[in-house]
T-cell receptor
Framework: RKEVEQDPGPFNVPEGATVAFNCTYS??????FFWYRQDCRKEPKLLMS???SGNEDGRFTAQLNRASQYISLLIRDSKLSDSATYLC????????????FGAGTRLAVHP | EAGVAQSPRYKIIEKRQSVAFWCNPI?????LYWYQQILGQGPKLLIQ????????DSQLPKDRFSAERLKGVDSTLKIQPAKLEDSAVYLC??????????FGSGTRLTVV
């Protein structure tokens, strides 16, 4: 079983749509959780951290359910510029802050 | 603050040849990582340095891959000999307390 699993998509949505991505992780001792965004042929960039209490950043809302080992990302009012791959990322339970990446979910927003 | 610099940006080699990638991290960032990202997959950690010491190389194919970080600053990743399945983007990243993980732009390797 992969340590971090995501639906690869692609998700094809019209502008203005709401889209949700899900992710599960296998190591219950994992300590930190993130969503990264990766544009085509670019490096991953941090989109937002994910907290148990849920957190929101503009049109983006992230949620963590530790009991279910489940992470989600909700994007409201999708823009063309949101088209990218969204990587679910978990920081390992050991030292040294190793990041473990999911395979990513591709999002394509069309006019 | 300058970012993580990597070179070359692109490299095409024949299988069984050797190749080396270079990473210049953000000044003062003690932790340095090399990730391999195969097309359609997420980045996979190859090796992690703390200053110039290796702390995790469990997923590094040591029969052909090697890496070093002299003086705890720049790092090089080498593949010798390369295989077709090594075609990927090789990402260098650094981390420091209180600072987000920072990735370089990567080196795109094509083995033909």
């Amino acid at each position: 079983r992969k340590e971090v699993e995501q639906d690869p998509g692609p998700f094809n949505v019209p502008e203005g749509a709401t889209v949700a991505f899900n992710c599960t992780y296998s190591n219950s001792a994992s300590q930190s959780f993130f969503w990264y965004r990766q544009d085509c042929r670019k490096e991953p960039k941090l989109l937002m951290s994910v907290y148990s209490s849920g957190n929101e950043d503009g049109r983006f809302t992230a949620q963590l359910n530790r009991a279910s080992q489940y992470i989600s990302l909700l994007i409201r009012d999708s823009k063309l510029s949101d088209s990218a791959t969204y990587l679910c990322v978990v920081r390992g339970s050991g030292g040294y802050n190793k990041l473990i990446f999911g395979a990513g979910t591709r999002l394509a927003v069309h006019p | 603050e300058a970012g993580v610099a990597q070179s070359p940006r692109y490299k095409i080699i024949e299988k069984r040849q050797s190749v080396a990638f270079w990473c210049n991290p953000i000044s003062g960032h003690a932790t340095l990582y090399w990730y391999q990202q195969i097309l359609g997959q997420g980045p996979k950690l190859l090796i992690q340095f703390q200053n110039n010491g290796v702390v995790d190389d469990s997923q590094l194919p040591k029969d052909r891959f090697s890496a070093e970080r002299l003086k705890g600053v720049d790092s090089t990743l080498k593949i010798q000999p390369a295989k077709l399945e090594d075609s990927a983007v090789y990402l260098c990243a650094t981390w420091s307390e209180g600072v987000d993980y920072t990735f370089g732009s990567g080196t795109r390797l094509t083995v033909v």
